[in-house]
C-alpha cells in the first residue's frame, strides 16, 4: 500500500474516530480553510477536519494542488478534495467534478470571491458609506479590458504559444501600486493605462477567428485572473480609501464576509459541495 493510499484510508475513516466531523477535506494550504469552511458550513452545518499539507511518498510534508490531486483514487463523501480551478476550469480540463468527489472555486481561486463586486461593494459601503469609489463600477471596467488577454492566455497553453504569451506577462500589465489620484472617477486614469498595457502586448499576438469559451464573459473575466494579483490590487485601493477613515480595509471589509450565492461561479460551488455532501 502506498503512502498516500495510507493516509486516505485514515481520513476516510477520521469521522469513526470523532463522531461529530462531517468529513475531512484536503485543501491547498492553509490559507484556503476559511473561504471552503463557509462554503460548507453555508451547504451542511457541523463540524469539518481540514487537511493543509499530507505525507509525500517520499515521507515530506507537502501542500499544493498536486499533493491535494494525488487523493484522486481514494476519496468519497467523507474525505474529499477542494481546490482552486486556476486556469484548468477555461482551458476545459473535465476531470474535476462532484462526482470525483472534488469541489473547485470556479473562479481562478477564493481572493477573487472575496473581490466579487456586489457584495464586495456591498461592504464596502457598510463602512464608509460616503465614499464615491464604486467598486462595481471599477471592476465592470477592469473585467471588461482583461477579457480579450484572458482569451489569449488560455489559447497560448503549449510551451511554444506560451513564450509569447503568459501569465507573468498578463500580471504585469495590472500593476497593484496606485497613487491616491488613481482613483479618480472610479479609477478611470489607471484602467486606461492598463488597456494600454494590454493592447501594446498584444499587437503581434493573434487567435483564431470566434475563440470563445464557455461561461467566460467580459463581465466575470476579473473573476478569472490570477486571484493574488486582484487581491493585492483591491487592498491597496481600498486601503487609500479607508485612509483617515478608522477602518481597516482588508480586516473589516475584505476579509470580512464571504459570498455564498449570488452569481454563477459561487452558485456552481455550492452545487458541487451539495453533490459531494448528499
Known amino acids: 500500500m502506498s503512502r498516500i493510499e495510507d493516509q ?22 492553509e490559507d ?10 453555508n451547504v451542511k452545518k457541523g463540524n469539518y477536519h481540514f487537511i493543509t499539507r499530507s505525507k509525500s ?11 491535494c490531486l494525488k487523493y484522486r483514487p481514494y476519496t468519497n463523501d467523507k474525505f474529499f478534495i477542494c481546490i482552486d480551478s486556476d486556469l484548468r476550469l477555461l482551458r476545459g480540463e473535465e476531470s ?9 472555486t470556479y473562479a481562478y481561486s477564493w481572493e477573487n470571491h472575496s473581490c466579487e463586486a456586489n457584495h464586495l461593494e456591498n461592504r464596502f459601503k457598510e463602512k464608509v458609506p460616503d465614499s464615491k469609489f ?4 471599477f471592476l465592470t471596467q477592469l473585467s471588461n479590458i482583461v477579457y480579450k488577454p484572458l482569451l489569449y492566455l488560455v489559447y497560448h497553453n503549449t510551451s511554444e504559444l506560451n513564450l509569447k504569451w503568459n501569465i507573468t506577462k498578463f500580471n504585469r500589465c495590472i500593476p497593484t501600486q496606485l497613487r491616491r489620484d488613481n482613483l479618480e472617477e472610479n479609477g478611470k486614469q489607471y484602467l486606461l493605462k492598463v488597456k494600454q498595457h494590454f493592447d501594446e502586448e498584444l499587437t503581434y499576438l493573434s487567435l ?18 490570477q486571484g493574488h494579483k486582484l487581491y493585492d490590487l483591491i487592498v491597496n485601493i481600498g486601503s487609500m480609501l479607508c485612509k483617515g477613515k478608522r477602518v481597516a480595509f482588508k480586516s473589516e471589509v475584505l476579509d470580512s464576509g464571504l459570498p455564498v450565492s449570488g ?16
Request: aromatic letters at 14%; a negative charge; charged letters at 20%.
Open 8 to 29: 486516505a484510508n485514515y481520513y476516510k475513516n477520521y469521522h469513526l474516530r470523532y463522531r461529530d466531523t462531517i468529513a475531512v477535506i484536503h485543501v491547498e494550504d
Open 32 to 41: 484556503d480553510k476559511n473561504f471552503w469552511l463557509a462554503q460548507l458550513k
Open 57 to 67: 511518498e517520499a515521507g515530506n510534508n507537502t501542500k499544493g494542488c498536486e499533493q
Open 96 to 104: 474535476f467534478t462532484p462526482k470525483n468527489y472534488i469541489a473547485q
Open 134 to 137: 464604486s467598486f462595481v463600477t
Open 208 to 225: 483564431p477567428e470566434d475563440f470563445a469559451i464557455e461561461g467566460l464573459n467580459s463581465e466575470n473575466a476579473y473573476l478569472h485572473i
Open 263 to 278: 452569481y454563477m461561479e459561487i452558485d456552481n460551488v455550492q452545487s458541487d459541495l451539495t453533490s459531494i455532501l448528499g
